[in-house]
C-alpha cells in the first residue's frame, strides 16, 4: 500500500492503480481517468496549419505555452537538473522523437530541451496527442493542444488518412514528430514500458531516423502541492536509430522498436542502477 499521509487522495488512488496495472501486465491503459472522448471528423482539423489564421494562431499559442512552461521551471514546479547527450538531436532529416510519458509537461521539458540548444529555431516539435485533447478539452490546455504544434489521432479512419499524410509532409520539411510509444501516460513511473510499433511505422514508411528520448527522474528537497516530492528530470537523448535499407517496412519496425526499447532500459537499469523488472514478473508480492 501508498503511504498516504498528508499525501493527494487521488495520487494516491494512482500510484495504487500503476501497481495494481503492472502486477496485472496492462501496460498500454491509462490510470488516470480521461473525458468521454468527442471523435474528430476530417472536417474538424487542417493538420499542416498553413494558412494565415491558423499561423496567428500557432505563434501566440506557442508564445503562451513557452512562456507558462518557462514560469513552471522558474517557479521549480518543473525541474530540470541535466540534459544529456542534446548533440544527438542535431539532426539532418526530420525524426521521429520518442519518449517515456509520466507527467503532462514531459513532451514541454523535451521541447524546453531542444529550445534552449537551439535546434528548434527553423524546425517544430510537433507532439501526437490523444483525441479527447484536441475536442474536448477545456481553458488554457484546451486552447493550447488545439494550437500549439499537435497532431491528434482520431477514432475516425478518413481522420487518421489525413494525420499520417500530415506526418509525411511534416517529416519531409524537417520536422520533428513527438509520438508516446508505450500508449499510456502512468504518473512519476520510472520504469520504460513496452512499446507499440505505431511510431516505428511512421519512422520506416517516412525514412527518417527514431531519436530515442528518455527521462529519469529524482525526489527534489521541494513537496507539491498533492504532497509528494517534485521530480527532478534528466532528460537523455540517445543516438538516432536508422531504417535498415536490406530490411522490410515490417522487419525495420520491429527491429527499431526493439532497439529503443533496448536503449530505454540500459537508461533505466544505469541511472537506477537496478535490473529492469516488472511486478508481474515477480512471484509473491515483492513491489519496487
Known amino acids: 500500500m501508498i503511504d498516504n499521509k498528508v499525501k493527494d487522495p487521488e495520487r494516491v488512488r494512482i500510484q495504487e492503480k500503476i501497481i495494481e496495472f503492472e502486477k496485472a501486465g496492462i501496460f498500454d491503459k491509462d490510470v488516470e481517468d480521461d473525458p468521454e472522448t468527442i471523435p474528430l471528423e476530417p472536417d474538424m482539423i487542417d493538420y499542416l496549419k498553413d494558412g494565415f489564421r491558423d499561423k496567428m494562431y500557432n505563434k501566440f499559442a506557442y508564445y503562451q505555452a513557452v512562456k507558462f ?49 537551439g535546434i528548434l529555431k527553423k524546425r517544430k516539435l510537433y507532439k501526437v496527442i490523444r483525441e479527447g485533447n484536441y475536442t474536448n478539452f477545456p481553458g488554457f490546455f484546451g486552447f493550447i493542444f488545439k494550437h500549439c504544434n499537435t497532431l491528434p489521432l482520431s477514432s475516425v479512419k478518413e481522420t487518421m488518412k489525413k494525420f499520417l499524410k500530415a506526418c509525411e509532409e511534416l517529416l519531409s520539411r524537417g520536422n520533428y514528430i513527438l509520438i508516446y510509444p508505450e500508449q499510456s501516460m502512468w504518473w512519476n513511473y520510472r520504469k520504460p514500458k513496452p512499446l507499440k510499433p505505431g511510431a516505428f511505422s511512421i519512422a520506416v514508411k517516412n525514412q527518417v531516423p527514431i531519436l530515442p528520448v528518455f527521462i529519469t527522474m529524482e525526489d527534489s528537497e521541494t513537496i507539491g502541492d498533492d504532497g509528494y516530492p517534485i521530480q527532478e528530470y534528466t532528460i537523455h537523448f540517445e543516438k538516432p536509430i536508422y531504417p535498415d535499407s536490406t530490411k522490410t517496412n515490417k522487419e525495420n519496425e520491429n ?14 537499469e544505469d541511472f537506477y542502477k537496478t535490473p529492469l523488472v516488472y511486478l508481474n514478473e515477480m512471484d509473491g508480492n515483492e513491489e519496487k
Not at 514560469?71 to 539532418?92: F, M, Q, Y
Not at 527491429?255 to 532500459?265: A, L, T
Open 255 to 268: 527491429i527499431m522498436m526493439e532497439k529503443n526499447y533496448g536503449v530505454w532500459k540500459k537508461i533505466y
Open 69 to 117: 512552461f518557462d514560469k513552471s521551471v522558474a517557479d521549480k514546479k518543473v525541474i530540470i537538473k541535466n540534459v544529456i547527450g542534446i548533440e544527438n538531436a542535431i539532426l539532418d532529416s526530420g525524426a521521429i522523437v520518442t519518449c517515456n510519458h509520466f507527467n503532462p509537461y514531459d513532451s514541454f521539458s523535451v521541447e524546453k530541451s531542444m529550445r534552449d540548444a
